[in-house]
């Protein structure tokens, strides 16, 4: 190789070397967000209240009590999604989902998070690193979305996506949560090498006025239901069902549930 030809070389290679570290400090983050004393390994147990008192095994000498909305515990009341009751390795957190109340138990002892061995994932493949036109909804407009768990979620779409992917027209429509464009998508590879019930993709809100955002399906991630019986993960609507393969994200893996 000449002189002139690996300068033309040598920063592709290194912007590609680049994004490839970028991601797989993605995917590390990732994976250490999930072996978290709050990650999804730990959550061992799903307990929706009725009305009255409700004693669980798990949770010895704590009595919750649901009465006209409210929860407590041994006399305190819990608010959702904050502090959590705590029972030796065992934490018991208040949520709402569906119009009822659930206790969500996580195991910092769990067996799953003891052996996790970490997730699969596709080849880092740069292709699958796509720019989106991204039309926004004059106003977002609320979608009815399935859960797992049986119940329908509400959720808002504040506009859809649009994309060329392997050849293929393609057209995903988010919801906002947490801040961000939540993507809950299926494609071919669903059931194949990846999780079947779909994965999820989030991409930063774009500003006011813009016309396209970056859609980076090499951080595509299976859901919590992937790891535990206990979450409520929704689904993806069937207009996000992909006609084309994504080799791209985390793959389903034996620790799936």
Do not use: Q
């Not at 030809?5 to 490839?20: C, D, G, M, N, V």
């Not at 009465?67 to 030796?88: E, H, K, Y």
Request: glycine share 10%; with cysteine; proline share 7%.
């Amino acid at each position: 190789m000449t002189r002139r030809s690996l300068l033309h070389f040598w920063p592709a290679a290194l912007s590609a070397e680049t994004y490839a570290g970028g991601i797989e400090r993605w995917r590390r983050d990732y994976e250490a967000k999930l072996r978290s004393d709050t990650g999804w390994l730990t959550v061992s147990g799903l307990h929706w209240l009725r009305e009255g008192e409700n004693a669980i095994a798990t949770a010895p000498g704590v009595l919750f009590t649901l009465r006209g909305g409210s929860v407590r515990a041994n006399g305190r009341v819990l608010i959702p999604d904050g502090d959590p009751v705590r029972v030796g390795s065992r934490t018991f957190t208040l949520i709402l989902r569906g119009g009822r109340a659930a206790l969500r138990e996580r195991d910092t002892a769990s067996k799953l998070r003891r052996e996790f061995a970490g997730c699969v994932w596709y080849p880092v493949n740069e292709a699958f690193r796509v720019t989106a036109k991204w039309s926004p909804y004059r106003e977002p407009v609320e979608r009815r979305i399935a859960t797992v768990a049986g119940y329908e979620e509400k959720m808002k779409a504040p506009g859809l996506a649009e994309f060329l992917l392997s050849g293929a027209a393609c057209r995903l429509e988010p919801v906002i949560s947490g801040g961000e464009l939540f993507f809950i998508f299926r494609d071919r590879t669903a059931g194949r090498g990846s999780y079947a019930a779909g994965r999820f993709l989030d991409v930063p809100l774009p500003e006011p006025g813009a016309a396209a955002i970056v859609m980076d399906f090499n951080k595509a991630y299976n859901p919590p239901c992937a790891f535990t019986p206990y979450a409520t993960c929704p689904l993806p609507p069937r207009s996000n069902h992909l006609g084309i393969a994504i080799e791209a994200g985390e793959k389903i893996s034996a620790h799936s549930a």
